[in-house]
């Protein structure tokens, strides 16, 4: 009687077949688990909850424990102080990310969306950035924000710092180079391991931060050096963000495994795509081509093909490839170098779409009307061979100027660049009329001599063909997101939010000096922001109108439900078109390779669980490749402008701070600090609002936009920082004579 109890319990999961598919001797899903633990109704420790779950044996209960173990880690379950596992959602309590800030305090970033809430500095004490936490809300601060007290910390993110040694009385602490690291590691005089007062050092975090040590104790295992240089910039960025950077012996091993060229029975059964003129269209720089397109005009419209290389041919689930390609998440793109997501035998060779070759590749075909309205779409596997490797430069001189040389050497391939650039301008018009949001940023590459060093910082030119293919990427990933809401498979979409509730209240406010109001109420749409965009368009005070704007905005996520792309405007969004170098898009396919099999959600190995996993973690990894850049760029910035204190430079105010603002300089477009002492003859006070500095007597203003000129006063290559001083006295609106001696 009880074996038929435990075989008709254990049968019951839902998602068996899903797990069948993973393992060889199937546990239950998770799902499964936390639908036991809603029926018992009460917290269970390890064996009542074995049994209930119709397990036996040794082999089932060490899988067991390592799903709870997991399930625990991702939030999903709480293990008490009694022993007992508890479903979280039936304790109010509440999964996260930390995000810390380097005045002490932070966030945490709900896993199940929501406002962020609060964590003050004496919560923050025990945590660091980026780790995952479980916390109850307390109440509201004194701004009328959601605060939270940590229960219990889930995982922890640092294992390493890299950072400046201080070495007092034969202690050593360690100040992060991180600034979300807010607080000094501890190194005790045995683990000095020979470091220096004033080195620059890597500390492998041996304990970590507690409420009752306050500080984390760690040891010295790499001295970088005595100084910052420039040379050194990618090096300990990598190690300050943890980047990974080297190949596991495992990955290596399984990478040479793998051949030099398609195989013939690789291609089998696949739609063979290799007469058709598509080509890959990237910057001269280019390593890796991951996306082919090619366009037809039809009767009704237009055909257009995008082409993906197939990744998930090579990187299977749970290979030692794909464990490592979970791991970083993404490619990091550095100035110098690239910190790629897969070996370069895939992302250079095999999954590269290089010319004159067959490679394997995911299809979406697009068959648009006249107007430009996605009618029909489909996807399939199939081989393709690449008919050219062009780049921006080349078609953008074909398309804009008809350059008789180029027009020549693709003769074969213009009919197709043609109808390709008459596509993108009806998808164009769809864009604007859609109401996206179009903000005019300027993107930077910086120029090395033979040196290493830096030779120029130039702004990244954009023409057609950039264009072009931004458009047929955004089409390719709008139809993969609605193929996978029809087939309701578990995957990751792009999400993008619109305005949080305090940041629009702030926008309306700013935007109201200047007798401008936003449509849309309290849930402004896309086309409100473009509209508002191209009715300031000419006035100028743009650019802070733009700025202001855009910072009122949420940052992108990968999550595993839709909630539609507001800079877009597009009700469904995901990522498709690159799978070399972002993770989500291989998720991606893998999900659109099961459906077109004929698969359903519940014969698929990831379930929504495992891609709220996922999500959260490309969406921090995507950060960190993004500050880790960030800083790079800094570093080289200031080691750039170290030979031209006082030159004096014009300028753009790009932030405004209560301690003074920072000014981007025209050309070099290189920004530091004109600090608030800096602003002679008056005291300044910081408007929020208005983001601006106001002089207490002159009524002098510096705000956000203002044009200014600044001297080069000092430059700090290991602080990362460039101090301005204003090239000329303050000439401000001054109040009149006679309202000074009424104030007197």
């Known amino acids: 009687m009880t074996g038929k109890k435990k075989k008709s319990k ?52 060490i899988a067991l424990d390592r799903r709870l173990r997991a399930m625990t880690r991702d939030g999903q379950l709480l293990y008490n102080r009694r022993q007992q596992y508890c479903a979280v959602d039936k304790s109010d309590l509440i999964a996260g990310r930390v995000i810390g800030h380097a005045d002490g305090f932070g966030f945490l970033h709900r896993d199940c969306g929501g406002d962020d809430l609060f964590l003050s500095p004496r919560q923050m004490r025990a945590l660091f950035d980026g780790d995952r936490a479980l916390v109850q809300i307390i109440g509201l601060d004194r701004r009328g924000r959601e605060e939270a007290a940590v229960v219990e910390i889930l995982q922890r993110n640092t294992q390493q710092v890299v950072g400046r040694l201080d070495i007092e009385k034969g202690v050593g602490f360690v100040t992060p180079e991180k600034k979300r690291l807010h607080q000094e590691i501890v190194i005790p005089p045995e683990s000095l391991n020979g470091a220096e007062q004033g080195d620059i050092v890597t500390t492998k975090i041996v304990e970590q931060p ?31 963000h943890d980047i990974p950077a080297e190949w596991p012996e495992a990955v290596i091993e399984e990478t040479v495994l793998i051949p030099d060229e398609v195989p013939k029975k690789a291609i089998e059964g696949r739609t063979d795509l290799r007469t058709l003129p598509l080509v890959t269209i990237d910057g001269e720089d280019a390593r890796d081509f991951d996306d082919a397109v090619y366009c ?82 489909k996807f399939y596997q199939a081989v393709m061979r690449s008919q050219a490797r ?66 120029d910082i130039v702004p990244l030119q954009r023409n057609s063909a950039h264009r072009i293919i931004e458009e047929c990427m955004l089409a390719a990933n709008v139809a993969t997101a609605k193929f996978l809401l029809r ?44 509209r508002m965009l191209a009715k300031v368009a000419e006035r100028p005070e743009a650019h802070l109108i733009q700025t202001v704007m855009l910072l009122s905005l949420s940052q992108a996520m990968y999550e595993p439900v839709n909630k539609g792309h507001f800079g877009l405007a597009y009700d469904g969004y995901t990522h498709f078109t690159s799978p070399i170098r972002r993770y989500p898009d291989l998720l991606v396919h893998r999900a659109i390779k099961h459906a077109i099999a004929g698969g359903s959600k519940k014969d698929y190995r990831y379930s929504e669980a495992d891609m ?19 800083d790079v760029m800094d570093w080289l910035k200031v080691d750039y402008m170290q030979h031209k204190v006082g030159e004096q430079f014009q300028g753009t105010i790009t932030s405004v701070n209560s301690f003074g603002l920072f000014v981007e300089l025209d050309d070099v477009y290189v920004d530091g600090l004109v600090h608030i002492s800096a602003l002679q ?61 009424k104030r007197k």
């Open 10 to 61: 254990k049968h019951s999961d839902p998602f068996l077949e899903r797990e069948r598919k993973n393992y060889e001797n199937p546990i239950p899903s998770r799902e499964f688990i936390l639908q036991v633990l809603e029926e018992k109704g009460k917290p269970l420790t390890f064996e009542p909850l074995f049994k209930a779950l119709g397990l036996s044996g040794d082999e089932h209960e």
């Open 210 to 240: 507690d409420n009752k040590r306050h500080r984390p104790v760690g040891e010295v295992v790499e001295v970088l050096g005595a100084h910052m240089q420039a040379d050194m910039a990618v090096g300990i960025a990598i190690r300050s």
């Open 296 to 377: 037809k005009r039809t009767a009704k419209g237009w055909r257009l093909l995008v082409c993906i290389a197939d990744v998930s041919a090579y990187v299977q689930p749970g290979s030692e490839l794909d464990k490592e390609a979970i791991k970083r998440s993404t490619s990091v793109y550095f100035p110098d170098r690239v910190i790629p997501m897969l070996p370069e035998k895939l992302s250079n060779g095999l999954c590269s779409l290089n010319p004159k070759v067959d490679r394997l590749c995911m299809t979406a075909d697009l068959q648009f009307d006249a107007e430009g309205n996605l009618k029909r779409s």
């Open 390 to 455: 062009l780049t921006y430069t080349e078609v953008g001189a074909i398309i804009e100027d008809s350059d008789a040389g180029l027009c020549e050497k693709y003769a074969d391939l213009l009919p197709a660049l043609y109808d390709l650039n008459a596509l993108y301008e009806i998808l164009l018009q769809a864009r604007q009329q859609r109401g996206a949001i179009d903000f005019d940023t300027v993107e930077t590459r910086i120029i090395f001599n033979k040196d290493g060093s830096i030779d």
């Open 487 to 530: 087939r309701k498979i578990p995957a990751l979409f792009r999400n993008h939010e619109g305005p949080q509730a305090e940041r629009l209240a702030d926008l309306r406010s700013f935007l109201a000096e200047f007798g401008l109001t936003l449509e849309g109420g309290d849930k402004p749409k896309a086309g409100d922001y473009a």
């Open 612 to 630: 709220l996993q996922f999500g959260e973690q490309c969406s921090t990894h995507e950060r960190r490749a993004d500050l880790a850049t960030r």
């Open 681 to 741: 003859s008056d005291y300044y006070h910081f408007d929020p609002v208005g983001h601006r500095l106001v002089g207490e007597r002159s009524g002098q203003t510096f705000r956000l936009g203002d044009r200014m000129r600044v001297t080069l006063a000092a430059v700090n290559l290991d602080d990362k920082k460039i101090d301005f001083v204003p090239a000329d006295a303050p000439k401000g609106k001054k109040r009149s004579k006679k309202r000074r001696k």
